[in-house]
């Protein structure tokens, strides 16, 4: 048996509903992929460079 697998469209990407708790999630060829959020210390870097 093969499984077939259904990859979302950017429509329908943009209409699935956020995630709670500061989880991201983005589009990679057609997968969806969800990230955790960004530590506190990576932010603050960020906002210093």
Known sequence: MSVT??????????RL?????????ELHHGELVESPPVA???TMIQKRL
């Open 5 to 14: 697998r259904v990859l979302p469209s950017v429509d329908e990407f943009v």
């Open 17 to 25: 509903p956020q995630p709670a708790g500061g989880i991201r999630q």
């Open 40 to 42: 506190a210390l990576h």
